[in-house]
C-alpha cells in the first residue's frame, strides 16, 4: 500500500480589538473565487507551521507577527489535506491588501455573522474555533458518496 500524503494548509484567523476576524475575498485563484476566507496558504517544504503562517500574513496582507503570539486553534482532517487554524490577537504594522491580484476585497467580521458567500470549510473553521473544538473532519461523506 501506498503511503497516504496531504498537503498542509494554515488558516490565521486575525482577531480584532472588537473580536471580530478578517476576511478576504478571493479572485483569480482558481478555487473558491469570489468566496470570502482567512488569510491562508500551504506549507512549503522545511517549513513549520508557525513559520509558514507568519509568512502567509507578510504576503498577503503586510503583517508581522511574532511566534508567541500565534495560538493553535483547531485542526481539521479532509481527504485530501490537513488544514490547522491559527488565532492570532497582536501584530504590528497595518491591515493591507497585499496581493489585490488574488483578492479583492478585505473586511472585518462578526464570528456570528460571517458573509454568506464564505469557502464552506473556512465557516466550519471558525465555528469550530469559536466553539473551543481542536479538532474535525470535513467532507469525508461526500467523498465517500
Not at 33 to 60: Q, S
Not at 79 to 102: A, I, L, S
Request: aromatic share 8%.
Amino acid at each position: 500500500m501506498d503511503k497516504y500524503r496531504v498537503l498542509v494548509g494554515v488558516h490565521l484567523i486575525l482577531i480584532d480589538a472588537r473580536d471580530r476576524v478578517l476576511l478576504g475575498r478571493r479572485r483569480n485563484t482558481g478555487f473558491g473565487d469570489g468566496l470570502f476566507h482567512v488569510p491562508a496558504g500551504h506549507l512549503e517544504a522545511g517549513e513549520t507551521a508557525v513559520a509558514g503562517l507568519i509568512r502567509e500574513a507578510r504576503e498577503e496582507i503586510g503583517v508581522e507577527i511574532e511566534a508567541l503570539d500565534v495560538a493553535f486553534a483547531h485542526v481539521s482532517h479532509s481527504d485530501e489535506r490537513v488544514q490547522m487554524f491559527f488565532v492570532v490577537r497582536r501584530w504590528t504594522g497595518t491591515v493591507v491588501n497585499c496581493e489585490p491580484e488574488k483578492c479583492s476585497e478585505l473586511g472585518w467580521f462578526e464570528p456570528a455573522g460571517l458573509p454568506d458567500e464564505i469557502v464552506d470549510y473556512c465557516r466550519v473553521g471558525i465555528g469550530k474555533v469559536m466553539a473551543g473544538e481542536a479538532f474535525s473532519e470535513y467532507g469525508w461523506e461526500s467523498a465517500r458518496s
